[in-house]
């Protein structure tokens, strides 16, 4: 039986999740600045201020923005990274480094906050060859969250009918064919970024790269 996880621990854990990633960026050059990250056309400064925009906005303002947008959220998205963005990579990470305790989002539940934060740092690092990973415990509840529902992925529909099982935690989630590797790299998947994929193994990995 898991422990419940109070939502001042989700935010304790999104909060040492963005002070690591701010420091692993600290000595970056501006061309690894502007290397295109896992999370589409963005690159690493963009989704760093992605991350410093959805920490910036309540519900009442990101309802404002989105409506503005027509409900196009990629315009949505591009608006307010723009607005967090700085002039110059610096300036980017230092408006990050301000919102690292920030306990302000949009909407929904918390963990799927701190999934904002865990995804989008490995969105960051991969491509870096940053070798730190969040901890077992943040990567868990984030990986139960995603298995247990669609939220802002489809993570619960891409494991319909497979068995996940984590080789360095306690999760583990559904029925079928296996797939199993670690917590992070099952977390990605489930976040729809193939590329760990390459991480994974099992009789139920071609199924769930297909839907990737």
Avoid at 62 to 88: I, K, P
Avoid at 156 to 173: C, N, Q, V, Y
Wanted: hydrophobic fraction near 40%; include cysteine.
């Amino acid at each position: 039986m898991s422990t419940v996880i109070s939502r001042d621990e989700l935010w304790a854990m999104a909060h040492a999740e963005r002070a690591a990633l701010a420091d692993d960026l600290a000595d970056l050059d501006d061309v690894r600045w502007a290397q295109q990250s896992l999370c589409g056309r963005w690159t690493v400064a963009e989704v760093l201020a992605h991350l410093t925009a959805a920490a910036s906005i309540g519900r009442l303002r990101w309802l404002l923005s989105v409506s503005r947008a027509r409900f196009d959220f990629d315009d949505h998205n591009a608006r307010r990274l723009a607005e967090h963005r700085g002039t110059t990579p610096a300036e980017t990470l230092e408006r990050f480094r301000k919102i690292i305790t920030s306990t302000t989002s949009p909407f929904g539940p918390t963990t799927a906050w701190l999934g904002e934060v865990i995804v989008h740092a490995q969105d960051i690092r991969y491509p870096l060859g940053l070798p730190r990973e969040p901890s077992i415990e943040a990567v868990t509840e984030v990986a139960r969250f995603y298995a247990s529902r669609d939220f802002t992925v489809s993570s619960h529909s891409s494991i319909k009918g497979l068995r996940l099982e984590a080789t360095d935690g306690p999760f583990a989630a559904g029925t079928g064919a296996l797939v199993s590797g670690t917590t992070i790299a099952l977390t990605m998947a489930m976040a729809g970024r193939a590329t760990y994929c390459e991480e994974l193994t099992g009789p139920g990995l071609p199924t769930l790269r297909s839907r990737l």
